[in-house]
């Protein structure tokens, strides 16, 4: 997609799955490798990391968080301020079964109308760390992290968003499953072994 941006979100610091979770495999890639090469369309492509160093071995342009224990609102929040085209694609890395098309379905809805363009899965559940976000909504995410509150959702009513219903597409909401602990990631891999043998 041209001039626009993405961030993969990758400095979590994984305390219910217990290891990194960039560095785990799935169909013979890891998570960030497969992430990466559903973003190879996009201008730019930055890597949101908490600390330097932590991922020597990865390829990219690298930003650090502003903040450290913030969770995912300070690696928004960076990435906002220094990506460089005023539409900024977000995903976390434990989304092991995205596909750029959900990207590509969410970017036609974009227009001047709307801060941000968020899939909603038949649940009802809006799912803020895959969606497309404006560079104007910094001042509310750093207004929002100066008063202590971290919270990605609580950011997000101060937006203008644009729900995109999946029950409304051809796309499942597995594709929007995040893999948090070492029970989903056993259930992924089995679930993945069980359709290479169909």
């Not at 929040?77 to 989304?95: G, N, Q, R, T």
């Not at 909603?120 to 929002?144: S, V």
Request: contains cysteine.
């Amino acid at each position: 997609m041209e001039k626009v941006s993405a961030v993969i979100l990758a400095g979590g610091k994984n305390r219910r799955m217990g290891c990194d979770k960039i560095l785990l495999e799935y169909g013979g890639m890891t998570f960030f490798d497969r992430i990466n090469a559903e973003l190879e369309d996009f201008s730019e492509i930055l890597i949101s990391i908490d600390q330097t160093g932590r991922y020597p071995a990865l390829n990219g342009k690298i930003i650090i968080d502003k903040q450290t224990d913030c969770g995912p609102l300070s690696g928004l929040s960076k990435a906002l301020e220094i990506c460089c085209y005023d539409w900024l694609f977000v995903i976390a890395v434990d989304l092991p079964l995205f596909t750029r098309k959900l990207a590509e379905l969410l970017y036609t809805k974009i227009d001047k109308e709307v801060d941000a363009v968020i899939p909603c899965t038949r649940d009802g559940r809006l799912h803020p760390l895959c969606a497309f976000y404006h560079k104007r909504n910094l001042p509310i995410i750093e207004n929002q992290m100066a008063a202590g509150n971290y919270r990605v959702m609580d950011a997000i009513t101060q937006m203008k968003v644009c729900e995109v219903k999946l029950g409304d597409t051809d796309l499942q909401d597995e594709i929007l499953g995040n893999i948090n602990t070492p029970e989903d990631y056993k259930n992924l891999k089995e679930k993945h072994e069980k359709n290479q043998n169909q």
